[in-house]
């Protein structure tokens, strides 16, 4: 307990105002000269720790205002680390959801993609499948020729045979172009 919040109260034979106005710029509460009256004394005495009942309520009610000030100051410094650490996790969820939405795309267009080549995938077996069966049905046409070659004349067979050739040749460009196509 320091000794500044103990009340004081001069009593003094000396009447003079001198030392009256010393006494009280040196910190005393309160002078009374003698003799002196005890009730008066009384008085002044409860006023005096009246008054430092008043003051410790003052110092404390300050220092509990002192104290949640500090708590207040405490919990906006959480609640700003929060709220940074909050947009933060939000930034990372928009650049996650733009990833997302980016894959999403990518796999729908890969989907698509898919679809389309399957698409064009069976009307190009099918060409190939003609091309194929076109060059066996050309060997054999090549080979009933050669079984009747003696009935043809040789100006027409000359002609057959370029044809023929023709359409082989014909047949093994499109089976080689679709067999680019499917890799």
Same mark, same amino acid.
């Given at each position: ?50 008054? &430092?009942? +008043? ?6 009610? =300050?220092?509990?205002?002192? $104290?949640?000030?500090?708590? %207040? !100051?405490? @919990?906006? &410094?959480? +609640? ?6 909050? =947009?933060?996790?939000?930034? $990372?969820?928009?650049?996650? %959801? !733009?990833? @997302? ?35 066996s049905l050309a060997t054999e046409i090549d080979e009933e020729i050669r079984r009747h070659a003696e009935k043809i004349d040789a100006g027409d067979l000359s002609y057959l045979d ?22």
């Open positions: 307990v320091s000794l500044a919040s103990i009340a004081v109260i001069m009593i003094s034979t000396l009447d003079e105002m001198e030392p009256v106005v010393r006494c009280l710029e040196m910190g005393a509460d309160d002078y009374l000269s003698k003799p002196f009256n005890p009730v008066i004394l009384n008085a002044r005495i409860s006023a005096c720790l009246q008054r &430092k009942r +008043l003051l410790d309520t003052e110092r404390a009610q =300050a220092d509990q205002l002192r $104290q949640e000030q500090e708590q %207040q !100051a405490a @919990l906006l &410094k959480d +609640l700003a680390a929060a709220n940074w650490e909050l =947009a933060e996790t939000m930034e $990372q969820l928009k650049a996650t %959801q !733009a990833q @997302l939405i980016i894959q999403e795309k990518l796999a729908s267009l890969g989907a698509l993609t898919a679809g389309i080549a399957h698409e064009i995938k069976n009307p190009l077996n099918f060409v190939n499948n003609f091309a194929v069966l076109t060059g370029e044809l023929l050739q023709d359409l082989r040749l014909n047949a093994e460009k499109i089976h080689e172009q679709i067999g680019r196509a499917h890799v």
